[in-house]
């Protein structure tokens, strides 16, 4: 008898880790986006060290921007933290307040590019602005990836579903979110180093 209490204790499967499979995704995603920008970025050296590098001041306007994500950023984890707490109506705002910061990050952008067009600083015919467009371009279409994940999340919310007990929704957009702002950063920052 004893070695047949051993022997099922020795054939049960043991617990392994495991990850939420969508959470898995996202940070698989994550890891392409750095690779993506880490690419760029290299790229971005290599082409300015041979020389033909139009230097230009970075419109006032991506400042604001900046100050507008890192804002949205905040409110993200309000919405969060209020969904720990099952504040729903706080939920609501926050997730509303992120999603339109974030519009409103989009619209500085495009602002911001036309003052690059005032400057005489276009897409094509000078390395360091066709640079400039691809790194703004391409945070721009992962902010819109962004916005869609949070109307996914602003509609759960307001259906109640997003709560202290079921969090992934939120915690996918809020990580998602916080991730595009701590990128954005890093362009801003790489791209006022190395104009």
């Keep these: 008898m004893e070695n047949v209490q051993q022997y099922k204790l020795e054939r049960e499967p043991q617990e392994t ?12 995603f994550l890891v392409t986006i750095i690779m993506l920008f880490a690419s760029q970025s290299s790229a971005y ?3 300015r060290a041979e020389g033909n590098w139009l230097e230009f001041e ?3 306007i ?21 969904a720990k707490k099952d504040q729903f109506q706080q939920l609501k705002i926050a ?7 974030g519009l409103i990050f ?12 005032a ?9 360091s602005g066709s640079f400039f467009y691809v790194f703004t371009g391409l945070h721009g279409f992962h902010i819109i990836t962004g916005l869609i994940v949070l109307v996914f999340a602003l509609f759960s919310a307001f259906k109640l ?28 920052v790489f791209l006022l180093t190395f104009n």
């Design 17 to 28: 880790l495991a990850m939420d499979p969508k959470k898995f995704i996202l940070w698989l």
């Design 45 to 47: 050296l290599v082409r």
């Design 58 to 60: 970075m419109p006032q």
């Design 62 to 82: 991506f400042w604001y921007s900046t100050v507008v994500l890192i804002m949205s950023s905040v409110a993200m984890q309000w919405s969060y933290f209020s």
């Design 95 to 101: 997730i509303s307040i992120t999603f339109v910061l």
């Design 106 to 117: 989009l619209y500085m952008q495009f602002q911001g590019w036309k003052e690059l067009v």
């Design 119 to 127: 400057m005489n600083v276009y897409f094509v015919g000078n390395p």
């Design 161 to 188: 579903n997003v709560h202290s007990k079921n969090l992934r929704r939120i915690q996918i957009s809020a990580t998602y979110w916080h991730f595009l702002d701590i990128l954005w950063l890093y362009l801003f």
